[in-house]
RNA sequence: GGAGGAAUGGCAGAGUGGUCGAAUGCGGCGGUCUUGAAAACCGUUGUACGGCAACGUACCGGGGGUUCGAAUCCCUCUUCCUCCGCCA
């Protein structure tokens, strides 16, 4: 979320901005401008009675000491009418403490300045594209069919087994998806990340830091009985590792890649969209989380795009395309978002891969991760970034429906040496 | 799951009701000395909120309570350790 600095700094600023993601804060932030003024007046006024209570205290603590009860006890009248005053300033203080912190979690991210005006993902901006398209046989098959076809994907099966979007990757499919986990793992890691096997399930003050909870709530499988979450992205346990973290200037930039299985709950998003593997509610996934400099975070937003890129460029001529998301298709919490896409040769339509990030200073304000600043001499907010590096499913659909040829689904040669083969038939 | 013990600053470790934000040691930072370094010595060294500042307030695992006053007493939760049971 926003830090009440920065909205008291710069308030004309984030309101403009926020119009760029369709999002007129004026009333919440006038409220909250409001409520901060009374927390601090609550607060003087309860130091103060505080500070009194406490010289009185340690004036009874002295007469205690010569022995003077009488006047020990006529001190101590004194206190129970402060008392109560204290008491009720300071709950009134937690009251309007929350207030604000209700206000201010409903604030999404501040655009970054670079981002297009749009209403919807029609205006997202094109930055790149690569890669080729390959020569198909007639009658290309959709990748489900061909999952069927091989006997590598069995949608049925994980129907049968837990129900829909759950499926079983069997034989060669398997070994698939394994050998893609470990070719991102290595190329994260020859990239400096270092990995993390993070735990699947995490508590509430790990949702919140992220910004998963509480508006997304329902978006998470929760286990009732532990009060725990499945995650629904690395992001999650990975970011949260630093939360309430105090960082020195020389450990940034942290960059952590992990794999983790994601859940989904993805509840209400049935329809045309969902077929195969575009849309599942357990799928595998390698991750990127950068903490950086805020001075430099938009260096590090640029590397991981590049990296991504090349990790895409890799699996040898896959069609992509990178795209940098307008206001409107923008992430609640995210200042700058470039969207991944691969082509869906018989879908005949883009796939999301991954998508890569700059919060900025939003999570780590709600994490409280903050580094010792040398310069500035105190602690400030990192800003924090993650990208997809990448999403398994719909890597693997664009693979089997562009590589399909009348002998089988060829393998890119980067992956032999995870697979131990080269063609699925 | 059952029985017991513990949780204090970056680390180690004192403190069991009064002036304790907290002794001491180590580490970190600054300085003296030195050609430089080490050693020695001196100083400094948590976080948050409020305040122009001086300074005030809070924080000794989390939450609640008792008390004029809590690191210290009580309740509760969490985590860790030991023993028993179960177990990949």
């Keep these: 979320m926003l830090t009440l600095a920065q909205i008291k700094k710069d308030k004309e600023d984030i309101l403009l901005k926020l119009k760029i993601k369709n999002f007129d804060g004026t009333k919440i932030i006038k409220k909250v401008i409001k409520a901060d003024d009374m927390r601090r007046n609550l607060q003087q006024e309860a130091d103060s009675k505080q500070a009194e209570l406490k010289s009185i205290s340690k004036k009874i603590g002295e007469l205690m000491k010569q022995r003077k009860a009488n006047e020990a006890n006529i001190a101590r009248e004194e206190t129970s009418q402060l ?99 470990n070719f991102f793992l290595d190329e994260n890691e020859k990239a400096g990340y270092r990995e993390i096997l993070p735990p699947l399930m995490v508590n509430e003050d790990s949702g919140f830091g992220t910004g998963q909870l509480p508006d997304k709530e329902g978006q998470m499988y929760y286990v009732k009985a532990d009060n725990l979450y499945l995650i629904p992205t690395a992001e ?51 991750e990127i989380v950068q903490i950086q400099h805020p001075g430099k975070s938009y260096q590090s937003l640029d590397e991981m795009v590049d990296h991504v890129e090349g990790i895409i460029k890799k699996l040898s001529g896959l069609p992509y395309r990178i795209v940098k998301l307008c206001g409107g298709d923008l992430g609640f919490t995210s200042a700058l978002t ?29 994490l409280q991760l903050r580094y010792k600043d040398m310069n500035l001499k105190n602690n400030q907010h990192p800003h924090t970034l993650n990208g997809s590096a990448l999403a398994l499913p719909r890597i693997v659909a664009a693979l089997l429906e562009n590589r399909q040829t009348a002998d089988g689904i060829t393998i890119p040669k980067s992956l032999w040496r995870y697979t131990g083969f080269k063609i699925i038939n």
Excluded: M
């Design 83 to 181: 008392k109560n005053k204290i008491k009720s300033l300071q709950g009134k203080q937690a009251d309007t403490f929350k207030i604000i912190k209700d206000l201010l979690v409903q604030v999404p991210n501040i655009p970054h300045e670079s981002v297009p005006d749009g209403k919807s993902e029609q205006d997202n901006v094109l930055i790149r594209k690569g890669g080729r398209k390959h020569k198909l046989p007639e009658n290309p098959l959709p990748h489900w069919e061909l999952g069927k076809k091989y006997d590598i994907i069995d949608f049925e099966l994980g129907n049968k087994i837990t129900g829909a979007g759950f499926p079983v990757y069997k034989g060669k499919g398997a070994r698939l998806q394994r050998a893609l986990i």
């Design 338 to 366: 470039y969207d991944f896409e691969v082509y869906s040769a018989a879908q005949e339509k883009w796939l999301e891969v991954s998508s890569v990030s700059n919060f900025e200073s939003y999570q780590s304000n709600r």
């Design 236 to 286: 999650v346990p990975v970011t949260n590792i630093y939360r309430n973290v105090i960082l020195d200037e020389g450990d940034l930039p942290v960059k952590n890649t992990a794999y983790t299985p994601c859940f989904r709950r993805e509840a209400g998003s049935y329809g045309k969209d969902v077929r195969g593997l575009n849309r599942l509610h357990q799928f595998d996934k390698v």
